[in-house]
């Protein structure tokens, strides 16, 4: 069925170093694609998005990538800071058919000081 | 300061109680969606409102029930027929309906069970 996952539970993370937040899908169809933050017991908060015409996007010390062929985009998180400590996942949505976007189960950034 | 505003932060259910989850939004997004967070799992998709007067079953649309009145609200009532209910329920709206569109969050709540 269609998913959306990531590749590691946990990522732990020197300040100051750089992030790699990697996640794949399923679904061929899926062509607009977010990563969020989740803090605990807080709302997922919007950090960047990447359609499939593009393969790489850079915000503030973030950048995605996206790999059709392989069904795969990563978040970098550049500098990593005490305050990027949070959960990331990633969602995957479609232009067409459903109004559903499948969601990643997340992976926990840890920035060790 | 435009958002989706989720209320109340924490709730609980006694057992045979119908409960409803607060959400407002004032960004003029036609579409609005209610999802449901279990630890270890991804977001599931309740129930979901392209326009006023109108919305339809998501996955995980048994035990739960909406209605979108107004284009600014979008409430949620989890009843006694939801097995469940414990989890952290997230509101979100996109300006336009469809999965190519920026999807936006409230703050949450945490639903439990007495």
């Not at chain 2, 979901?48 to 048994?62: L, P, R, W």
């Not at chain 2, 739960?64 to 600014?72: D, H």
């Not at chain 2, 209910?85 to 979100?92: E, G, K, N, Q, V």
């Amino acid at each position: 069925g269609e998913s959306v996952g990531l590749h590691l539970p946990t990522l732990s993370v020197q300040e100051g170093d750089n992030s790699i937040i990697n996640c794949a899908y399923s679904n061929s169809a899926s062509d607009y694609f977010i990563w969020y933050k989740q803090e605990s017991g807080k709302g997922p908060q919007f950090i960047i998005d990447i359609r499939s015409n593009m393969d790489k996007r850079q915000g503030q010390r973030v950048t995605v990538l996206l790999n059709k062929t392989v069904k795969h985009l990563s978040l970098q998180i550049a500098a990593t800071q005490p305050g990027d400590s949070a959960v990331y996942f990633c969602a995957g949505g479609a232009a067409s058919g459903t109004y559903k976007y499948i969601f990643g189960t997340g992976t926990r950034l840890k920035v060790l000081a | 300061d435009g958002g989706i505003t989720q209320s109340p932060k924490y709730l609980f259910r006694k057992e045979g109680q119908n409960v409803t989850l607060s959400c407002e939004q004032n960004l003029n997004h036609d579409a609005m969606y209610w999802y449901r967070q279990d630890p270890g799992q991804g977001l599931r998709l309740i129930y979901y409102s392209q326009i006023v007067n109108d919305f339809q079953k998501g996955d995980i649309a048994e035990g739960y029930s909406v209605s979108r009145e107004k284009k600014e609200s979008f409430p949620l009532t989890v009843t006694s027929a939801q097995k469940n209910p414990t989890a952290f329920y997230l509101c979100a709206s996109s300006i336009r309906p469809g999965g190519n569109e920026k999807l936006f969050f409230g703050s949450g709540t945490q639903l439990s069970v007495l």
